[in-house]
């Protein structure tokens, strides 16, 4: 990204070093560490994706299309088709007849175990192909006559490049023999939930007894699988109870409404709130009248309003006569907040201060120094707020604006920021619309509040996907758009690999469409800026004074200029789909028809064509949320792994609610009067990110 939050410094290790452990050298933990293994305990709660079953052979003759199945066969012959259609085509026979096997990718390994006349078991499926009956890629494996089978159903594990399928097995049923899985769960009790014990679950799993069919076992509902799901939920239900018991215990400046600052500002407002804001603030007041500290995650798509939320609960601790401050991630966004808090702010005779890494040195400290006594009540900056030298000793509210883009460490340094024996209330502010139950299961201990409503009188963006050849027909739409007045965005293509290559894609974007467009006041904006350059040139877009503005992702979060209604993002195909929803909300924010134009280049990955119809398809950023979580798969979604905050593997929280509510009091039973059950639980499930689960 090209401009992002600085990470703290000296920040400990997320995850366990992937040291390794006997019989596991560094190489493979490195490689086990990608797939969240870092202990032989993991590696036992490393369950199956799925089953194969190779304790039966299938006759060649009986085998049947789409239908996975093992036979044991004799190479007759085998070649490599001439280029270009490089393929290797061996014909197999047995006792029944005979089969074509072909491989449009081979290893010189696979050709060798095909030379004729060697004895094979295969597995794959049997596909009516244009040359008749074959299988595709099938798995090979050299066996001698009279060879046993397996007596048990062969599990099949997610992995990673790198660590087969075989080596993961070995691994696994090493670490069931040698750290043999316990059940703390007392006698009584596991009776009386009628599941199976944890260690016959998990070995059921791993290695299925020979009667059972696969249906059985990867039905998720099988009691074993229910056992494991129970165990997970337990796990997140303790982690959840003792996280909120901990901020229960702490203390918080309660914030009564004083209905003096807070009203002010609602009757000075252009407009009156939505009802969604009115109900988000409603939460949050009755969160901030606690003597307990809030932990509330705002919630509502670009352009829901959450700024003016967030000034109102600032408002609230103002009234209440102390500090709050409001975090964002980037400069431009920062700056655009401070300069609109500051406007709504000054006729009510409140200062706003500004603090970020820009600021020169005399201003900065003076400004610190009234903050530190406590004459500023309202500060706005960037992570230059958590740095050292800032001291708030009347702090009772933090909001953090698009706070996925912060660390868990940064948000627990901001609220560090508070006086000795109190934490602040903490507002979480996020545009990325995370399914609600995701974020109960990503961030422990947390209240959402959402924006389900944009303010009246928007009208609807109108995206467009058009393919790069047609750039100049583009180029023309901008011309006619800002000629009529309304102002654009061109978003140049994302290249994260380089940030010079970065940099030189934008200069040559804005060179282009300056030549192009003589007669347009072109700006260029990107992370290398200065920032007094950068805010000169967004003040100057904000003003009107430029029309078309060219850009990198800085402008990603939070900017709003409501007279842009036409943004172009080159490459689309480059983005991902929360990046894409994000950045095509810059626009659509006025009464003007807004276009979001998507250029893209062929050929497009089966992902860069499932996001672009996504985006294209869709306008809620829940649905799109969503999408992207379907499209990646929950491990990538938000960036949960770099979090280290626990995701759950196995259980559901909606197809599996009735197990939900059996683990919530059990969880409860269990912290009376078991505790040590409930630390052993949450150790096997979280480990070492326990402690991140608090922040
Ligand atoms: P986001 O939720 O994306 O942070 P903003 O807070 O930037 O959204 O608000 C988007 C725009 O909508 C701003 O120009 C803001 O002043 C305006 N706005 C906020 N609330 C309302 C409302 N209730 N009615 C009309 N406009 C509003
Ligand atoms: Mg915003």
Redesign the pocket.
Known sequence: MAESAAPVAAAPPRKPAARGWPGVGPQLAERLAKIDVFSPADLILHLPLRYEDETRLTMLADLRAGVPAQCEVEVQSCEVSPPPRRQLVARVADASGELTLRFVHFYPSQHKQLAAGSRLRIFGELRDGFFGAEMIHPRLRPVAAGEPLPESLTPVYPTTAGLAQSALRKLIAGALRHHPPADELPDALRRRLNLPALPDALRLLHAPPPALAIADIEDRGHPAWQRIKLDELLAQQISLRRAYAARRAKNAPGLPPQQTLTRELLERLP????GA?ARAFAEIGADLALDHPMQRLLQ?????????VAALAMLRAAENGRQAVLMAPTEILAEQHYR?LAGWLAPLGLEVAWLSGSRRKKAREATLARLAAGEILLAVGTHALIEDPVVLPRLALAVV?EQHRFGVRQRLALREKGCAGESPHMLM?S?TPIPRTLAMSYYADLDVSV?DEL???RTPIVTKLVMDGRRDEVIRRVHDACAAGRQAYWVCPLIEESEALQLQTAEESFAMLSAALPDLAVGLVHGRLRNDEKSATMAAFAAGTIQLLVATTVIEV?V?V?NASLMVIEHAERFGLAQLHQLR?RVG?GVHESVCILLYAQPLSQTGRERLKAIFEHTDGFVIAREDLRIRGPGEFIGARQSGVPLLRYADLGEDAALVDIARGLAEELLRDAPRVADATTARWFGGRAALLKA
């Open positions: 407009f009156a709130l939505t804001q509502g798509d670009v352009g829901s309003g959450k700024t003016c609109k604006d502010m545009a924006l303010p009246p009188g939070g709003d409501p909300g924010r």
